[in-house]
């Protein structure tokens, strides 16, 4: 009889479980896994892409919205797209080495400047500033963190809102995250300068931009399943 329970519970968790690629970002120092169905762009596999033909797109418009806008990865399936963007900050280390209670204030103005209504601190093997918030008519995750003098902020958008299942699928995107650069905790960080702040605003600023960019590329996806 266990026997027969346990083989009934996996058939009813089979269908749950997504397959994903592992991603290798070196010009990010991360590596990543992302499901197997989304398309995924990046600095390094862009040129020569099949799939940006598929897409109607070519290598040149996709590498300037990655250059201009400071993508790293564009990935994505026909309902929600993950964003990786990446600006140098200075003299930071990395957001695993300050208190919660330091990493406070900026978390707030980064929630203030995104219009979100609160925001949570995530932790696995690093700390992450968590935000849902909408802009443009799209619904928006952002995990955000900093590692060796880099700000990292992971977005997740689509149009619809999120249900729980599709938050802790994106969870288990942030977890499988590795940075190369990370060596360990500086803990002779004393404070939390201004320069985390500002190199996460830029990545916040261009949110609208690459929404908007979004919207054609899901448009051109669509325009081909009607075919």
């Not at 070519?58 to 300037?64: A, K």
């Not at 905790?185 to 002779?188: W, Y």
């Given at each position: 009889?266990?026997k027969?329970?346990?083989?009934l519970?996996?058939?009813?968790?089979?269908?749950?479980?997504?397959?994903a690629a592992?991603v290798?970002?070196?010009?990010?120092?991360?590596?990543l896994?992302?499901p197997?169905?989304w398309?995924?762009?990046?600095r390094e596999?862009?040129e020569?892409?099949p799939d940006?033909d598929e897409l109607?797109l070519?290598?040149?418009?996709?590498?300037?919205l990655?250059?201009?806008?400071?993508?790293?990865?564009?990935?994505?399936?026909?309902?929600e797209?993950?964003?990786?963007s990446?600006?140098?900050?200075?003299?930071v280390?990395n957001?695993?080495?300050?208190f919660?209670?330091e990493?406070e204030?900026?978390?707030?103005?980064i929630?203030?400047i995104?219009g979100?209504d609160s925001?949570e601190?995530?932790e696995n093997?690093?700390k992450?500033?968590y935000?849902?918030?909408m802009?443009?008519g799209?619904?928006?995750?952002?995990y955000y963190?900093?590692?060796a003098?880099?700000a990292?902020?992971?977005t997740?958008q689509k149009?619809?809102?999120f249900?729980?299942?599709?938050k802790d699928?994106?969870k288990t995107?942030?977890d499988?995250?590795n940075?190369d650069?990370?060596?360990g905790?500086?803990?002779?960080k004393?404070?939390l300068?201004?320069?985390i702040?500002?190199?996460l605003?830029?990545?916040?600023?261009?949110?609208a931009?690459?929404i908007a960019k979004v919207k054609?590329?899901?448009?051109?996806?669509?325009?081909?399943?009607?075919?």
């Open positions: 009889m266990k027969i329970v346990f083989s519970l996996v058939l009813l968790v089979m269908p749950l479980m997504v397959s592992s290798d970002v070196p010009s990010a120092d991360m590596s896994n992302i197997d169905e398309y995924v762009f990046t596999n862009i020569n892409n940006l109607d070519t290598y040149e418009f996709m590498n300037e990655m250059n201009e806008n400071d993508m790293y990865v564009d990935a994505f399936d026909d309902e797209e993950f964003i990786v990446v600006v140098d900050v200075e003299d280390g957001l695993n080495d300050y919660d209670s990493i204030d900026l978390a707030l103005e929630q203030s995104a979100a925001y601190l995530y093997d690093y992450f500033i935000l849902e918030y802009d443009a799209y619904y928006i995750i952002n963190t900093i590692i003098d880099r990292y902020t992971f997740i149009e619809t809102e249900t729980s299942a599709e699928s994106y995107i942030i499988s995250v940075f650069n990370y060596v905790v500086d803990n002779s004393e404070t300068v201004v320069a702040g500002l190199g605003v830029v990545a916040l600023g261009v949110a931009v690459i054609g590329k899901n448009e051109v996806k669509e325009s081909k399943k009607n075919v």
